[in-house]
């Protein structure tokens, strides 16, 4: 894949990644909010969800739009949530970043729809807290199949990133249930870290449920205090997991020679 783009200027090929990327995150908008609803992410045409205004063209284009608007529909004036350009501009740097990090090959691509299954979960899970079935499910087989393209990653190493991600969360949520006669963590939670495990093998597993629980676990202390809520409310779990899975994908191996670097010295 890369052979075919040597003659374009690298200035120039990121910003033309960065562009697909910010598209891309316009449709994952879409999915973002039709998904939960169980609506065809494909039609009809993007409309506001308050008068049913079908949205024009210039209306489209990505952050420009939302600025050029002022956030509010041209329709009904009524708001139009940040979510919008802050889930394409998302998508346009992961874009960019995994370009830099792996150029433009399988893992590009791979990766790249990976991150972008996040992001839709993570937003999903943020709003009705949860993550829908029709994502994860078709992503553990797809992780799973990637691993025969990713020179990195075997067949076996997702298979067992499939079978302990899921299983190490299954058994965490039994446990605490035994414990407290409370469901910790849903279904969908199990069903993404089996995802995750997929695409990014087994070894990638403490580490990702290292990282989500710990800024889960500060986010939601944070969260009590600034808002008053009991100690047993629940936050959405999900995109904390993606943050883990991110932060692996992206410095997980930086990370892990700065700790044994770190060791060796103890």
């Known amino acids: 894949m890369n052979t075919l783009l040597l003659d374009i200027p690298t200035p120039l090929l990121g910003t033309f990644i960065f562009l697909v990327g910010l598209c891309v995150g316009s449709f994952l908008n879409v999915c973002i909010s039709r998904i939960p609803a169980k609506e065809s992410v494909v039609y009809p045409a993007s409309r506001c969800p308050r008068c049913g205004h079908t949205l024009a063209w210039w209306e489209n284009i990505p952050i420009v739009s939302y600025i050029f608007l002022k956030g509010k529909c041209s329709g009904c004036k009524a708001r139009i949530s940040i979510q919008y350009p802050i889930v394409e501009l998302l998508t346009g740097l ?59 990653l ?22 605490y249930y035994l414990v407290t006669k409370r469901i910790g963590m849903g279904g969908g939670d199990i069903k993404l870290l089996a995802m995750i495990g997929a695409f990014l093998g087994w070894q990638a597993i403490p580490f990702v449920i290292f990282i989500s629980a710990l800024t889960g676990s500060i986010i939601g202390i944070i969260f009590v205090a600034l808002k008053g809520a009991g100690r047993h409310y629940q936050i959405p779990f999900g995109p904390f997991l993606a943050l883990g899975a991110e932060i692996q994908l992206f410095w997980g191996h930086e990370i892990m020679a700065i700790y044994s670097h770190f060791l060796s010295f103890n």
């Open 94 to 152: 992961v874009a960019l970043w995994l370009w830099k990090r792996f150029g433009l090959g399988w893992e590009f691509v791979v990766y790249f729809i990976f991150s972008c299954s996040l992001i839709v979960v993570s937003f999903i899970d943020l709003e009705h807290k949860i993550i829908p079935d029709v994502i994860s499910l078709p992503g553990i087989v797809l992780g799973f199949a990637s691993s025969f393209l990713l020179p990195e």
């Open 154 to 175: 075997s067949w076996l190493d997702s298979l067992l990133g499939i079978i302990f991600g899921g299983g190490i969360l299954y058994l965490v949520t039994w446990g």
